[in-house]
């Protein structure tokens, strides 16, 4: 993928143009413009410039009809009045190399941070289908995480997806951090849909630092700009990731949040003329998902893989509301983060037992499986009877299986904080060491299932 700098710069001319074409405002309603447009040139996800007496207003083309092309215009409509001049141009050519690596780009690749971009060789298709099914490889070997229970619990595989799930302040950003630095991959990718703009910032110098962005691209779209921006984000994102992966590179992606990302989908898909009856979405919602998950994962051929982690914000940890539950059903696996468990200080505020990855029992050998098992069945057992045991009502002896669980329980707790490099069978260690402080007598582990 490494270019040569007079042809990207020669790219980069090619794209100018000094002939576009123009029309005029013939309506305007809440959010969107409908201009009058020469038929056959304009196309939808064409840009406009809309030439008004308050100034300037950017406009993408979400519908055409007979009579012109309906724009959603980035920003409030205030100021534009009926025949105000339209210049419509192109969509911006978005085509990713390997000198985006360490950059923060913008979904139509223009730079935020301040330094020349120039594009690559190969055009990006935002809309690209994903590799054949049947050609597809199965998912990968484990991979390293950093992260004790990522490595053991919850394994992680190349090419697998999973899903994040949590609410707001609960550690979700700094545990995609934690990924992007520790996870093994020879890129990562990282989207940021509707982010406020000082928190992309802070991701990018303080969570992700320059470690992290040593072998990252960032795109980023906040939650100020336009919807047709903040869905183009996730999707360009996903661009770049598959550039990659073309290349024969395992690429570690990391979208946050699809749920900012259905947001701006149903805003297009309202203004375009769909109605939104899916629980408060348009039907279109569900298989907009599905298509860009369905981009992730393994290879075929030649090609590297996708390993990709899609979070979710859920309101209220409500793991049945839409976003969450049209997700769950095209996953590898899902995450979930407990409001409850970061309160009481424990980060990565993992939810073991409500948290599932499907690269198991494969991505473990036998001895790891029943360690694993073991390892489950008492952090459930102890949930399960936590109220009863915190009131002081439960009696000791009553259950061999819940004092064990509750023997274990401070090891377990302590296991699951674990961040550091030693690897997935010094982690497994310690996994057995905490279940190891609570031995099961023999008529508790026949109850367990070992």
Sequence with gaps: ?????????????????????????????????????TQGETRVGDRATLHTAAGKRMAEVVKLDQVGAHLLVDGATDGVSINDPVVFQRAPIFAPHTGWIGRVIDPDGRPLDGQPLLPGAQNGDLNRSPPSSHERRGLGARLETGLAVFNTLLPLVRGQRVGLFAGSGVGKSTLL???????????????????RGREVGHFVQDVLGADGMGRAVVVAATSDTGPQVRRRC????????????DAGLHVLLLIDSVTRFCEAHRELAVASGESANLRGYPASTGPAIARLCERAGPGAGASGDITAV???????????EPVADMLRGVLDGHIVLDREIAERGRFPAVDVVRSVSR???????????????????????YVRSEMMVQAGLYVSGSDPLLDAAIAAQPALEDFLTIKDTRG???????????IASSPMRPDAQAGAGF
């Design 1 to 37: 993928m490494q270019e040569n700098l007079l042809d990207q710069m020669r790219r980069a001319v090619d794209q100018l143009s000094y002939i576009h074409t123009a029309g005029r405002v013939i309506g305007v309603s809440a959010g969107t413009v409908h201009s009058a447009c």
């Design 177 to 195: 951090a934690d990924l992007a630095r520790g996870v093994q991959a020879d890129v990562i990718v990282i989207a940021l849909v509707g982010e």
């Design 234 to 245: 996730a999707l360009s994102a996903m661009v770049v990731a598959e550039s990659f992966r």
């Design 310 to 320: 899609f979070s979710v914000l859920v309101a209220g940890s409500d793991m049945d």
């Design 359 to 381: 690269a198991l029992p494969d991505a473990a050998n036998e001895k790891e499986n029943e360690i694993i098992a073991k390892a489950r069945s008492l952090l459930g057992t």
């Design 424 to 434: 997935t069978m010094a982690h497994f260690a310690k996994l057995r060491q905490a």
